[in-house]
């Protein structure tokens, strides 16, 4: 049973940092691409970065260029997202999805497979 379970996330002021984690079963990572997204209330769940399958390319949404790095460890099948300089606006749910194929849009909510339950993050001073 292909299960993703999301951690990390909580309550940081203006400026700080967290790690994201994302822990895999049911599969192995190099098998396939993770995405982090983010919703936000009110708004469309949108893609953050993403690592794909077999080649560990990564993409970030450029706006998060610099502030949020995505990484995995394949001995412990688990994607980070690490986020650093936080602002309100970073405040939302986040959620990794994982996929089996890649295609030339690695923000397609669509083409993922399997979600997370999500992890709150909550930037406020």
């Known amino acids: 049973q292909v299960q993703l379970v999301e951690s990390g996330g909580g309550l940081v002021q203006p400026g700080g940092s967290l790690r994201l984690s994302c822990v895999a079963s049911?599969?192995?990572?190099?098998?396939?691409?993770i995405a982090w997204f983010r919703q936000a209330p009110g708004k469309e769940r949108e893609g953050v970065s993403c690592i794909t399958n077999w080649n560990n390319y990564t993409y970030s949404r450029d706006s998060l260029k610099g502030r949020f790095t995505i990484s995995r460890d394949i001995a412990k099948n688990t994607v980070y997202l690490q986020m650093s300089d936080l602002e309100h606006e970073d405040t939302a749910v986040y959620y990794c999805?994982?996929?089996?194929?890649?295609?030339?849009?690695?923000?397609?909510?669509?083409?993922?497979?399997?979600w997370g339950q999500g992890t709150q993050v909550t930037v406020s001073s």
């Open positions: 999805a994982a996929r089996v194929r890649n295609n030339d849009y690695p923000f397609q909510k669509e083409s993922y497979n399997y």
């Open positions: 049911g599969f192995t990572l190099p098998n396939y691409a």
